[in-house]
């Protein structure tokens, strides 16, 4: 379609010319015939006028009446013919004129075709040019922003060449990041693999010189951590691949933390803590149940590991907007370095429980996330770690 209209702009631009030169030749030729015709007949009635004096009114009279047409009375009289003359006879000495300038316009028309076909196939070449250099410099790494010039055919395609250029350009630093991501996450693992088996071997050798049950309860200890951080990562390439299913109801808040609150109770009663949830009266997210539960398990975790033997508070509130769920503990806070980072995959902070792999924060971002929701970590004013989520509306 788009050659046929290059055809054709070609065409209607020859076309065009064509007819203006035409034009222009038309009324040339006019001018030169009317100056001739002139003369010619100045020339007849001047020598008619010098030979008989007498003619010069009849001269005049006739004059007048033919310049407002040729009389109806003369119309039927071919008096040149009638004496042996042709219409060649007065215009043979003109046609090397006449046939000069049917020339020149006939080669200025040519001129101006070939001069528009090779300026538009240069200017043709010229984008073809620019945009072979804009994909070597692409395929070399420097390329910069493509800048559209002109509207037509070329722009569209160099507007499409910049958006696959720009989305592979994305896709590559995507896929660097994905390598990154994936060469710190396995060296991660290994490192949290590898403590818990050299604890394990270490005391795997200490029962075989002394035997004492505190040996077993370590390596016990040890295989339950590494079954742990076997659920987290299964449960972290299920996100990483998008496999992670979420099934989404309207749940109530305070039905929500109970249920965390209930799961967590054997760790509460060991660490003598206890867990103070308001009633908060009817407040719906539409939310996971069982995946939101989870999260919101392994902040509470947090809280418990150290509020020291307090209390894990919860509160909530919600707004057209929000639906803001609040966890805190009354122990000594984050430390401010560790804020930024506590999201981190397997980030332990200096104060960080002794048992813990650092998946379980990471984790219920990722969950809430997934859900509309954000999540953030501060410290109270009075003290004590406190996380904030938001679920919202819209």
Same mark, same amino acid.
């Given at each position: 379609?788009?050659?046929?209209?290059?055809?054709?702009?070609?065409?209607?631009?020859?076309?065009?010319?064509?007819?203006?030169?035409?034009?222009?030749?038309?009324?040339?030729?006019?001018? =030169?015939?009317?100056?001739?015709?002139?003369?010619?007949?100045?020339?007849?009635?001047?020598?008619?006028?010098?030979?008989?004096?007498?003619?010069?009114?009849?001269?005049?009279?006739?004059?007048?009446?033919?310049?407002?047409?040729?009389?109806?009375?003369?119309?039927?009289?071919?008096?040149?013919?009638?004496?042996?003359?042709?219409?060649?006879?007065?215009?043979?000495?003109?046609?090397?004129?006449?046939?000069?300038?049917?020339?020149?316009?006939?080669?200025?028309?040519?001129?101006?075709?070939?001069?528009?076909?090779? =300026?538009?196939?240069?200017?043709?070449?010229?984008?073809?040019?620019?945009?072979?250099? =804009?994909?070597?410099?692409?395929?070399?790494?420097?390329?910069?922003?493509?800048?559209?010039?002109?509207?037509?055919?070329?722009?569209?395609?160099?507007?499409?060449?910049?958006?696959?250029?720009? =989305?592979?350009?994305?896709?590559?630093?995507?896929?660097?990041?994905?390598?990154?991501?994936?060469?710190?996450?396995?060296?991660?693992?290994?490192?949290?693999?590898?403590?818990?088996?050299?604890?394990?071997?270490?005391?795997?050798?200490?029962?075989?010189?002394?035997?004492?049950?505190?040996?077993?309860?370590? $390596?016990?200890?040890?295989?339950?951590?590494?079954?742990?951080?076997?659920?987290?990562?299964?449960?972290?390439?299920?996100?990483?691949?998008?496999?992670?299913?979420?099934?989404?109801?309207?749940?109530?808040?305070?039905?929500?933390? $109970?249920?965390?609150?209930?799961?967590?109770?054997?760790?509460?009663?060991?660490?003598?803590?206890?867990?103070?949830? #308001?009633?908060?009266?009817?407040?719906?997210?539409?939310?996971?149940?069982?995946?939101?539960?989870?999260? $919101?398990?392994?902040?509470?975790?947090?809280?418990?590991?150290?509020?020291?033997?307090?209390?894990?508070?919860?509160?909530?509130?919600?707004?057209?907007?929000?639906?803001?769920?609040?966890?805190?503990?009354?122990?000594?806070?984050?430390?401010?370095?560790?804020?930024?980072?506590?999201?981190?995959?397997?980030?332990?902070?200096?104060?960080?429980?002794?048992?813990?792999?650092?998946?379980?924060?990471?984790?219920?971002?990722?969950?809430?996330?997934?859900?509309?929701?954000?999540?953030?970590?501060?410290?109270? #004013?009075?003290?004590?770690?406190?996380?904030?989520?938001?679920?919202?509306?819209?």
């Amino acid at each position: 379609m788009s050659g046929r209209k290059n055809i054709l702009a070609v065409f209607g631009l020859v076309l065009s010319v064509s007819l203006l030169i035409s034009g222009i030749s038309a009324i040339f030729v006019s001018f =030169y015939y009317s100056r001739l015709q002139f003369n010619l007949l100045n020339a007849v009635c001047g020598e008619i006028a010098k030979r008989e004096p007498e003619t010069w009114d009849l001269i005049s009279t006739v004059l007048k009446d033919c310049t407002n047409g040729i009389p109806s009375s003369a119309a039927g009289h071919d008096i040149l013919s009638a004496l042996g003359y042709r219409a060649a006879d007065f215009s043979a000495s003109n046609y090397r004129k006449i046939l000069l300038l049917a020339a020149v316009a006939f080669l200025t028309g040519v001129f101006l075709f070939i001069f528009t076909f090779l =300026y538009r196939n240069q200017a043709e070449a010229a984008r073809i040019h620019a945009l072979a250099e =804009y994909l070597e410099q692409v395929n070399t790494g420097k390329a910069a922003v493509l800048s559209i010039s002109g509207e037509d055919d070329f722009s569209k395609l160099e507007d499409e060449i910049y958006k696959t250029v720009t =989305y592979l350009y994305q896709t590559k630093d995507a896929a660097v990041q994905a390598k990154n991501d994936f060469a710190e996450n396995l060296s991660n693992i290994a490192h949290q693999i590898k403590t818990p088996i050299t604890a394990v071997s270490l005391s795997i050798q200490m029962m075989k010189q002394e035997s004492s049950s505190k040996h077993l309860e370590r $390596v016990d200890k040890q295989i339950s951590r590494l079954a742990r951080l076997e659920e987290a990562l299964l449960l972290l390439s299920r996100i990483d691949a998008g496999t992670l299913s979420l099934q989404k109801n309207e749940t109530d808040v305070f039905t929500l933390l $109970v249920l965390a609150a209930d799961n967590l109770q054997e760790l509460f009663t060991n660490s003598g803590a206890s867990a103070d949830i #308001p009633e908060l009266g009817e407040m719906m997210v539409t939310i996971d149940l069982d995946w939101t539960m989870e999260a $919101v398990m392994n902040l509470m975790k947090n809280c418990i590991e150290h509020c020291k033997g307090g209390k894990v508070h919860c509160s909530g509130s919600q707004n057209p907007l929000y639906t803001e769920i609040l966890i805190w503990d009354n122990g000594d806070g984050f430390l401010e370095k560790d804020i930024p980072h506590l999201f981190e995959r397997f980030y332990r902070g200096k104060n960080a429980g002794e048992g813990g792999i650092g998946i379980g924060l990471a984790l219920a971002k990722e969950i809430i996330e997934r859900q509309n929701g954000i999540i953030r970590a501060k410290n109270m #004013p009075d003290g004590g770690a406190c996380f904030e989520i938001r679920f919202y509306s819209h």
